[in-house]
């Protein structure tokens, strides 16, 4: 296995691509991260072994293509755990690591799939985006909506964009893109971006996240009584008599949870079981429209718990 060198324009070498002519390859972590594309060219059957999940190969991509006569077969660690595809002669695939390092592969030479260098037209307001391809949404309203239905295919990619902020754009994704539950997502800024791509749950084909940037992701108030989701973005509405909420410790470091009162019926009085400060308070109280609170999951005395990032009027008690 070799790699061509190209000039910088700095002069120095930046490896760009790996040329694989023998039986079995195995591409590492470090080879990986330094190059894009791998190319297989072998009259025989080629096998290729891409690295493992590993978080610090987050948001690295690149292609594979097979210029052989050889069947090239690519093992990697998906979702759903260790599975393979085949790459035939003159076909290329895209290969992506998503935000918890696991792997996805996709077509995108085949002239019927669209790939996320394919612009697709922005549905609008109301609209039904595309389920591949790359949207540029524009908003000229205070509020806007998108529907995002299931992907058709494992591997299908789709990038949104809001490019121009009129308003904030608010998607609604058919079934849950992460296992936190979340359908919805809030785009809020020029800028803010998400990539998604289409993966196996289950016995169901779903949209997971590759990379974010900036967009809320929304979950259902869950009521009156109810425990609160441990990732996401939470708008509570409130009715007459005064209602609570509980919130169990983070699933993991990192985790991240907004908490706002969207329509103040009465007080809403949010419990969670570990403290969310070194104060010790466990206990976030709502009063007026407009509140919110941002926590992250941090780990302290080798425990998982919450700790602030902003409040900004959510009153704290023990």
Excluded at 205 to 228: E, F, H, Q, T, Y
Aim: overall charge negative; glycine content about 12%; hydrophobic content about 40%.
């Amino acid at each position: 296995m070799g790699a061509h060198n190209v000039q910088t324009k700095k002069g120095r070498q930046q490896r760009v691509k790996f040329l694989i002519k023998t039986a079995t390859a195995t591409i590492t972590r470090a080879e990986l991260l330094a190059d894009v594309t791998i190319q297989a060219n072998k009259a025989s059957a080629i096998t290729l072994t891409l690295p493992p999940s590993d978080e610090s190969l987050s948001g690295v991509f690149g292609g594979i293509g097979n210029k052989g006569a050889g069947v090239l077969t690519v093992s990697y660690t998906g979702p759903s755990g260790v599975t393979t595809r085949t790459v035939q002669q003159d076909e290329e695939i895209q290969y992506k690591y998503d935000e918890d390092g696991k792997c996805y592969l996709a077509a995108y030479t085949n002239a019927t799939t669209i790939g996320l260098n394919d612009v697709t037209a922005d549905p609008g307001d109301a609209g039904a985006l595309a389920i591949a391809g790359s949207v540029a949404m524009t908003s000229a309203g205070a509020s806007e909506t998108r529907t995002l239905a299931i992907p058709d295919a494992v591997g299908d990619m789709l990038s949104l964009t809001h490019t121009v902020d009129g308003g904030d754009i608010t998607v609604t994704v058919a079934s849950a893109y992460n296992v936190a539950g979340n359908t919805t997502l809030a785009f809020t800024n020029a800028g803010d971006n998400v990539v998604l791509v289409g993966a196996t749950v289950g016995a169901a084909v779903a949209w997971r996240i590759v990379s974010i940037n900036n967009v809320g992701l929304g979950v259902a108030d869950p009521g009156d009584g109810a425990a609160l989701p441990i990732e996401g973005s939470v708008a509570m509405t409130s009715g007459a008599g005064g209602e609570t909420r509980t919130l169990a410790a983070p699933a993991a470091e990192g985790d991240m949870l907004s908490l706002t009162m969207d329509v103040d019926g009465s007080d809403i009085v949010v419990t969670s079981t570990p403290a969310i400060n070194v104060a010790g308070n466990k206990i976030m109280t709502f009063d007026n429209a407009g509140e919110n609170i941002i926590l992250i999951g941090a780990q302290v005395a080798s425990a998982l718990v919450w700790r602030v990032v902003a409040n900004d009027g959510v009153g704290l008690s023990t």
